[in-house]
Nanobody, 128 residues
Framework: QVDLAESGGGSVPAGGSLRLSCVAS????????MGWFRQAPGKGREGVAL??????KYVDSVKGRFTISQDNAKNTLYLEMNSLRPEDTAMYYC???????????????????????WGQGTQVTVSI
């Protein structure tokens, strides 16, 4: 069992920045793919960024604006968000999936269902 706790959300004007954090606890031995997802009101959950054995992956809408990183010593995942837009407004979730090795399909940033462990989310609101 992996427990994930997000923090760092808030309300900012368009063009502003935020840094989200996600602390992992519980059974964290082994390597994991870690991802950030978001869900706006009335919409489905969508991927934002993922980091794993192949390095960081981003959806097109955040490329050049968001940066995913992790500090393994602190079991913490980050999402640095710059040049925020009103359409970035959503609940942001951290997710984790065990890296089972190169013989297994890798989780994809476009598929939230590929991830097993989820945090409770942190709200990001970007005003015009």
């Amino acid at each position: 069992q992996v427990d994930l706790a997000e923090s760092g959300g808030g309300s900012v004007p368009a063009g502003g920045s935020l840094r989200l954090s996600c602390v992992a606890s519980g059974y964290t031995r082994g390597k994991y793919y870690m991802g950030w997802f978001r869900q706006a009101p009335g919409k489905g959950r969508e991927g934002v960024a993922l980091i794993g054995r192949d390095g960081p992956k981003y959806v097109d809408s955040v490329k050049g604006r968001f940066t995913i990183s992790q500090d393994n010593a602190k079991n913490t995942l980050y999402l640095e968000m710059n040049s925020l837009r009103p359409e970035d407004t959503a609940m942001y979730y951290c997710a984790a999936e065990l890296d089972r090795g190169s013989d297994y399909a890798r989780p994809r940033v476009s598929r939230p269902g590929d991830f097993t462990y989820w945090g409770q989310g942190t709200q990001v609101t970007v005003s015009i």
